[in-house]
């Protein structure tokens, strides 16, 4: 690990070469099985579950995952699907502005690329609705490279685990990306390019143990080194965990605003709109007097579907009745 330089500020050196081979072994055992993992997915579909799993719950992702990779298994098939299309395959994932970046993606990736998703991070965070973290986590675990991958559940976990302090949220701070970098495993000559089935990916003889790494602590984040009631007991490295000696200080501490409440919000109303679009025949407009219906707050409910429509989400016919775009 070169990263580390002689003063190792986090003390993490031999501290990171035990928490390797005990996260390695808890992964191979634990791992959740899901469609997208251990080579069964293209470099495309492993970005499509990048996408659908942000602030998503992995249990909610796998069906609508499935149905949308079968539909459109590649960024060519993605790219040609209508709009309409897509806002109601996305169905109740949430946030469905992801829908619209992703298949704007897909339209870049099919005009720009061929239809094969770059392996290279610049390359990635130019597409549309591809973040930092996207476009490692892509790089990692689709294409085998060795970088870090920083979500919440990383930096939840390398925070307890190194520095025997709670992450409290908000952007990855500087110290926390370096971290990130200094604790990732190093990958030998044996560890070839990792990839998904087709679309780019490679065929190395084994997964690299930085790939094995961001996976495991990611998963550790997920299920086991949760935010607000840790399963110490199940985790494979709570004897070294700096976090567990103190006495867990801070536990669930965020510095992040609170998390809003659902009912009654913007957010809400704007998925009654669109769960009602996606429920209609295709092509179909939902009369104004049907609209209406959906809340009893009128000016409310013209709020979101002025923003639903700057979002291009749906289109608003003369009269004021509704319709998903074509």
């Given amino acids: 690990m070169p990263d580390i330089d002689d003063s190792d500020e986090f003390g993490a050196a031999d501290l990171a070469a035990h928490a390797h081979a005990r996260l390695a072994a808890w992964w191979a055992a634990e791992a959740r099985d899901l469609p997208w993992r251990f080579g069964r997915a293209t470099p495309w579909g492993v970005l499509v579950s990048e996408v659908m799993s942000q602030q998503t719950q ?32 996305w169905g109740r994932l949430g946030y469905p502005r992801r829908a619209l970046r992703l298949q704007e993606c897909a339209r870049v990736v099919a005009e720009r690329y061929g239809g094969r998703l ?13 973040g930092d973290y996207t476009a ?18 990383v930096r939840r976990v390398l925070s307890r685990v190194f520095l025997g302090v709670e992450s409290r949220g908000g952007a990855a701070s500087a110290r926390e ?18 990839g998904g089935a087709g679309d780019g990916g490679g065929s190395g003889s084994r997964e690299a143990p930085s790939v094995v790494w ?29 976090f567990a000696a103190a006495g867990l200080p801070g536990l669930g501490e965020r510095r992040t605003r609170p ?17 009602a679009l996606r429920h209609a025949p295709a092509g179909a407009t939902l009369p104004r007097g049907r609209v209406e219906a959906l809340w009893p707050d009128r000016a409310q409910l013209d709020a979101c579907i002025a923003s639903l429509d700057e979002d291009g989400l749906l289109c608003i016919e003369p009269g004021g009745g509704l319709r998903l775009p074509a």
Avoid: H
């Fill in 259 to 275: 998390r809003q409440r659902f009912q009654g919000t913007d957010r809400q109303v704007r998925g009654i709109v669109l769960d």
């Fill in 214 to 242: 961001n996976q495991a602590v990611m998963e550790l984040g997920a299920v086991v080194c949760t935010a607000k009631a840790p399963l110490c007991g199940r985790c494979p490295l709570a004897d070294v965990c700096r």
């Fill in 136 to 153: 490692s986590a892509v790089i990692s675990f689709a294409y085998g490279g060795r970088i870090p991958v920083v979500d919440t559940n």
């Fill in 58 to 89: 992995m249990s909610r992702v796998v069906p609508y995952w499935e149905a949308w990779m079968e539909a459109w298994p590649d960024a060519a098939a993605l790219a040609g699907a209508s709009t309409a299309e897509v806002i109601t395959a």
């Fill in 118 to 130: 770059p392996n290279d991070y610049d390359a990635l965070v130019a597409l549309p609705g591809v």
């Fill in 177 to 194: 990306r370096r971290l990130a970098a200094d604790v990732l495993p190093e990958d030998g000559p044996e560890d070839g390019p990792g």
